[in-house]
């Protein structure tokens, strides 16, 4: 072998169609460890680990005899030492000095060995991936047509009028109940959906868990009388207060309760209980229902889980619930766990927070009034009682379903409603009637809610007077808040709107204004 | 059967004489790997050769993971084309895991066979301690398993679009199906795991077709103790240790093949001597 060859900055070895090593260079030597007479006349498996060997003889000597060459080979090359070097291979079976070679280049790959895993890992995961979004649409379309289906049907019939007046409020009810089941699903979609992506944030501060427990119970309380089922509570006023977002609480509390109210039969009981053990604070909430099974125990908290799939579900049916849940209460540092004697036998759901240190997250008195004004003002003044007489309301959306509703709402508590369908018609009518306070659609043709209001703002500047608008979306994502918010609007409420809440909203940023 | 079969395996028939030879290539191969060897026999035999469904250039239409996760897959591929050309007499050459193939096929219909030729055989790849080795642990399967899928990425994943693309040009075809015998990574990785995660041992009593055990030296596949336990379990076997070093003589060594299958061949021709040297 001349010098050149021997020292060329990559592998080379010779080797008969035996697989005896016939010519081996300087440089593969050393990536090996081996002295030349170690290897000259041993069988080229010897510095092959054993998937190596296999793959040798099963495919790359097979090739090689056949075809006279091959190329581009991954094989993995063992040193003396035991450790094992990634190499690319090229080979080529020729005739020299009488006698049949094969002659082999090979170069070492550790790094780019190390990024083809990593693509073929993704690719992997992204199969996955794709496949389990395939199963995850085909739930979810088939669960949003159900309600849809009924809707439809119901909507038809009154429609048509076919019905009497009994019938009629049926149907009614029963729209009212599918609309509201899907906009469950919805919300648990979309939950679903920033937990997966990691967007999921709390709006953490000092939550007394006794006053979520009692609003929890109070919103409860009508199904559980309506199917005889006592709510009992037991609440250790030692429990003290934890750190966590109340309204994620609140929909923790919420999911357990009506899970247990769904699967426990007529005259049973659920029980909601809170002690303090140790440097934690633990809500037991117990039923007296149809429990889980022992095999369906673990499964509990995984989404896209459900024991029985012929239960009829009171919120849809995706199964999200209970993972949602205990992301949750993951990402407030607690657990939950489930515990059941077994079918026919009642279940039991325990969750841990841990107490709050001596330390209050403090946050401003503005933000926090127009994020929960509507929850606080909720339970200070039933919807019903509160009125917009006088109010100026100026309407802007594109739907005209969606104006005509509004519009419908806030004219039957008495504000006086200018509706318009364009961002520029809004312009206009700001000048013309001088409204108290703008609901405006975000999504909308040509300019968009966002532009709206930043030209108002703009408008406003020079007269040092802003006047009060909330954002309506169908997007409720927190981003889809954070823009509205920082746009320039007051406040935000996904679509669909629900009248009460929009009432008391206008209400609360009516007052908020008149009063200094 | 709607598919030919003989399309179907890619069956190739020849030579002049008419008690057929039945040829069966191996993991990671196609019926190429014979043409060294079949020369020699077709002034004497019917030649046949074919491509098991999934490898070569066998119609991939007819693959079914199920039907070719476990080696009666592969053994019911062999019974249909003896069925279709009503192949009898005919003498089984297997390399590698078709020698456990032929086993199979035999177990299931021993009229049809006359003889065995093992090429390199195994009834099971993976050790089993303390009584059996095999040559292998598990784990070495699943590297290469990994190897095979990362020198397969290029072909199937890369250059299957641009194949399929240029139909107008058959040479990128070619060339792909020649690069690997199957091009297919999800069908050699069930081929792969059908043949090194099969244990065949409890088989072997039940073979009752006479046959060769073809042994070579230094094979890291099939290693010696794995043709000693074979020559013990197997009824009717004889075993000649190869000259030939390696996995594949039929490719390595041809003559000394030729030499050793003609001698046993010749040998149960005149079943009066003994066997010959």
């Known amino acids: 072998m001349d010098d050149l060859l021997n020292t060329a900055p990559c592998g080379f070895v010779s080797f008969t169609d035996d697989g005896k090593v016939v010519e081996i260079n300087a440089t593969l030597l050393e990536l090996l460890g081996y002295e030349r007479s170690e290897l000259e006349g041993k069988h080229v498996e010897a510095f092959l680990p054993a998937a190596s060997r296999i793959f040798y003889q099963t495919h790359f000597f097979p090739l090689l005899r056949l075809h006279g060459k091959v190329e581009e080979i991954y094989l993995s090359l063992r040193s003396k030492a035991g450790e094992d070097t990634p190499v690319l291979v090229n080979a080529v079976r020729r005739e020299r000095g009488g006698t049949i070679v094969n002659d082999c280049v090979l170069i070492p790959m550790r790094q780019r060995n190390q990024y083809e895993d990593e693509i073929l890992h993704a690719k992997r995961a992204a199969e996955e991936a794709t496949l389990a979004k395939d199963e995850f649409l085909a739930v979810v379309s088939h669960e949003l047509r159900t309600p849809l289906t009924a809707i439809l049907g119901w909507a038809r019939m009154l429609k048509a009028g076919e019905l009497d007046e009994t019938s009629s409020l049926r149907a009614m009810d029963i729209i009212e109940r599918n609309a509201e089941s899907q906009t469950q699903l919805i919300e648990d979609l979309l939950d679903f959906s920033r937990i997966i992506s990691g967007k999921l944030r709390l709006d953490v501060r000092r939550v007394e868990l006794v006053s979520i427990i009692e609003a929890a119970i109070d919103v409860m309380r009508p199904a559980a009388d309506a199917r005889g089922i006592r709510l009992q509570v037991v609440l250790d006023p030692r429990a003290g207060p934890v750190s966590g977002d109340p309204e994620r609480l609140q929909q923790v509390l919420w999911n357990l309760l009506s899970n247990a109210i769904k699967f426990t039969p007529k005259g049973g009981r659920v029980q909601v209980r809170l002690a303090r053990i140790n440097s934690s604070v633990e809500i037991t909430v117990s039923d007296t229902g149809q429990g889980i099974s022992a095999e369906f125990l673990p499964y509990v908290f995984e989404r896209f889980r459900q024991a029985d799939h012929t239960t009829t579900r009171r919120f849809g049916g995706l199964g999200l619930g209970m993972a949602i849940t205990k992301h949750i209460l993951e990402l407030h540092g607690g657990t939950i766990r489930a515990e059941s004697p077994g079918e026919g036998q009642g279940a039991t759901f325990i969750l841990r927070l841990p107490v709050m240190i001596a330390h209050r997250a403090e946050r401003s008195e503005a933000e926090a009034v127009a994020q929960r004004a509507v929850a606080v003002e909720d339970r200070e003044r039933p919807a019903e009682l509160v009125k917009l007489d006088g109010v100026r309301v100026l309407v802007v959306d594109d739907e005209s379903d969606a104006r005509d509703l509004l519009v419908t709402i806030l004219t039957q508590r008495g504000a006086e409603v200018a509706a318009v369908s364009t961002a520029a018609a809004a312009l206009e009518q700001l000048r013309l009637a001088k409204p108290h306070l703008i609901v405006s659609d975000v999504e909308m043709p040509n300019e968009d809610g966002y532009s709206l209001i930043r030209k108002v703002r703009a408008f406003e500047g020079g007269l040092g007077e802003r006047i009060p608008a909330i954002a309506l979306t169908a997007h409720a994502r927190s981003s889809d808040r954070l823009r509205a918010l920082s746009a320039g609007y007051q406040m935000h409420i996904p679509k669909p709107v629900e009248p009460a809440e929009l009432v008391i909203a206008i209400s609360n940023l009516i007052n908020r204004r008149q009063s200094p | ?277």
């Open chain 2, 1 to 277: 059967m709607s598919l030919d079969i003989l399309t179907r395996n890619n069956v190739k028939v020849f030579g002049k004489g008419t008690q057929p030879m039945l040829f069966a290539h191996g993991f990671g191969c196609d019926q190429n790997m014979w043409r060294f060897v079949t020369p020699a026999f077709e002034d004497d035999y019917k030649i046949v050769l074919f491509d098991y469904v999934g490898s070569g250039k066998s119609d991939l239409r007819a693959y079914s993971a199920e039907r070719y996760g476990a080696l009666e897959g592969y053994a019911q591929d062999v019974l249909d084309i003896c069925a279709e050309l009503e192949l009898k007499d005919v003498i089984f050459v297997g390399h590698s895991v078709s020698g456990v193939v032929g086993m199979l096929a035999s177990i299931r219909e021993p009229e049809r066979f006359a003889q065995l030729i093992l090429v390199s055989p195994s009834p099971c790849y993976i050790n089993d301690p303390p009584d059996y080795v095999g040559g292998f642990e598990r784990a070495d399967i699943a590297g290469l398993l990994h190897l095979m899928e990362k020198n397969y990425i290029g072909w199937a994943n890369f250059l299957a679009p641009v194949v399929m693309k240029n139909a107008e040009r058959p040479e990128l075809t070619r060339e792909l199906k020649e690069s690997f015998c199957s091009t297919d990574p999800k069908i050699a990785r069930r081929f792969a795991e059908a043949t090194f995660f099969s244990d065949n041992r409890g088989d072997l009593p039940n073979v009752k077709i006479p046959s060769l055990i073809m042994q070579c030296s230094e094979d890291a596949i099939a290693p010696q103790e794995v043709g000693d336990y074979l020559e013990r379990h197997l009824p009717g076997s004889t075993m000649r240790v190869m000259r030939a070093t390696g996995h594949c003589p039929q490719m390595s060594h041809p003559e000394e093949t030729v030499q050793l299958i003609r001698e046993y061949l010749a040998a149960i021709d005149r079943p009066a001597g003994p066997t010959a040297l």
